[in-house]
């Protein structure tokens, strides 16, 4: 009733308006979507099955707050690739590897726009321009922008030029719960402040925040989190054309403000940067000077490196939670790091050279990423032409979305699929970069996620570096089986319940 008072007030109406003409206004709208509907029907009737639609809204009232298990449940029904209406939006979802494989590399090149959330910040048309990850489309100033990505940040030889970077911020972390023995450590808070000083560093040759600082107010971390969870709402007012002037959910203002607070926070650093005199010929070799010599401008690296920071923190620090608390509920699988970890290590700290020797540690890490992928339905994807796809038609502007949290949890592929056993990958190949389609929590072809080597070294570092550093206990005695593992769905899948760790001096 609040949803359809405040349309009304929109629309300006006031208590005295005649109850018959403002029926009347209603039902030619509605007739017109119905009408639109009932055709649509007839006409597509080769698009994928999907649960009936209905008028105006189409399935979202049926979505739910979590709409990668509604769509596991359709696609029980409707099978593993299924056709759902977002408004007047058509919707393709893929849950098994056979469609997913279809989807991001028999058909990849089509298949390959962007579909932008329209909730971004201010200046959001210029960041789809200079966006790698929300581009509409592949185009030659998005490859040229990939190619920047990976020679400087995220090639072989790049990853292994920060490992340092990495390891003293790991250090600055360990040190910071060192203070904290006996106490209660939020993991998610102190881990991204960790990660975003890693990321930083790499960027831009100094800290973003003070890890005390951040691990108490959280300014940096509320606004990442605030900005993915306003992305992650599904705005109706883009759905429902109708709908559209009017901004029901009020998601356009916060999101302004949260995207004005970041670009803030870099627009400051990249000023000083750019206006600092390098004193002895000395020039720090980061993501800034590379691309300040591939010509970018202020602009351009403000909404590069707000992109980098939204993608970049809040994932990993999300997934370091989750592997803890896996583990945490698993006293075997801990006792089984901590044994490799022993064995492997023979001095207080942990370097990312060692981590190819921690085998078990990185079937924990594949094994989070199944159990609990940063991107249940990976980046919505959408068709820049009509294709075909499993004998079915996707019309050309269709989103279309792979539910990897369906796949992954699917008990035709996997064996005891709700139970965290990293040992189903001690003897298996299979890995996360995009080649096998049952396990794709990255993503896959050319939308692939191009940080993964990145954050593939900062988890598994993290991680290591926390077990190997300090015995870990839940607080006032609580029984690992009593851990929450419900989760929160979004952009990024988080925990509900923050994870609470107490951690004490290795014996």
């Known amino acids: ?132 990850g929300w581009s509409p489309d592949c185009n030659d100033y998005w490859k040229n922008l990939r190619t920047i990505y990976r020679g400087e940040l995220f090639s072989s030889k790049a990853i292994a030029s920060q490992a340092c970077i990495r390891e003293k911020s790991a250090m600055e972390m360990l040190e910071f719960i060192g203070k904290m023995q006996g106490k209660q450590v939020k993991i998610r808070d102190v881990t991204f402040a960790a990660v975003c000083n890693m990321l930083s560093n790499v960027l831009v040759s100094r800290d973003l925040v003070n890890l005390e600082d951040e691990y108490v107010n959280g300014k940096v971390s509320r606004i990442v989190r605030n900005m993915t969870k306003v992305a992650s709402f599904p705005n109706f007012s883009i759905f429902c054309p109708i709908l559209a002037p009017f901004d029901l959910q009020d998601l356009r203002k916060p999101s302004m403000e949260l995207g004005n607070s970041v670009y803030k926070i ?163 190949s299979l890995e996360f970069k995009g080649n096998d389609f049952v396990f794709i929590p990255f993503g896959a072809g050319r939308r692939i996620c191009p940080g993964l080597p990145m954050a593939a070294k900062q988890v598994s570092l993290v991680v290591s570096s926390l077990i190997h550093s300090f015995d870990w206990s839940l607080p006032k005695g609580m029984d690992p089986n009593d851990l929450d593992v419900s989760e929160v769905f979004g952009l990024v899948m988080t925990k509900k319940e923050p994870l609470l760790l107490v951690p004490y001096a290795k014996a």
């Open 1 to 132: 009733m609040e949803f359809f008072t405040k349309t009304i007030s929109q629309f300006g109406f006031q208590q005295g308006t005649n109850l018959l003409n403002l029926f009347l206004l209603l039902l030619l709208p509605i007739s017109f979507f119905i009408f639109k509907h009932f055709k649509a029907c007839f006409i597509s009737t080769s698009v994928p099955p999907g649960p009936f639609p209905w008028p105006i809204f189409g399935n979202i009232l049926q979505i739910g707050k979590n709409p990668h298990k509604s769509f596991a449940r359709f696609a029980q029904t409707y099978g593993p690739l299924m056709s759902l209406k977002l408004g007047n939006e058509l919707l393709i979802v893929a849950s098994s590897p056979t469609a997913a494989t279809e989807i991001l590399k028999t058909h990849d090149r089509i298949l390959s726009g962007r579909y932008i959330p329209h909730v971004p910040p201010e200046k959001s048309s210029e960041f789809s321009n200079f966006s790698l």
């Open 266 to 428: 870099w627009e400051a650093i990249i000023k000083e940067r750019k206006e600092s005199k390098v004193g002895y010929g000395w020039t720090p070799q980061d993501f800034f000077n590379a691309l300040t010599n591939n010509g970018s401008s202020i602009q351009q690296m403000n909404m590069m490196f707000v992109e980098l920071l939204t993608a970049g923190t809040d994932t990993s620090s999300s997934t370091v939670e989750w592997m803890l608390t896996e583990l945490m509920r698993n006293p075997r699988c801990m006792k089984a790091v901590k044994e490799e970890l022993v064995k492997e290590i023979d001095r207080d700290f942990i370097t990312e050279s060692d981590l190819p020797k921690l085998t078990y540690l990185q079937a924990c890490f594949k094994e989070t990423m199944r159990l609990h992928p940063t991107a249940p339905l990976l980046l919505p994807h959408r068709a820049l032409e009509t294709c075909q796809v499993m004998n079915y038609t996707i019309p050309k502007h269709s989103l279309v979305v792979v539910n990897f949290w369906a796949i992954s949890r699917d008990p035709n592929i996997w064996e005891d699929p709700l139970v965290f056993k990293p040992e189903r990958f001690l003897d298996s």
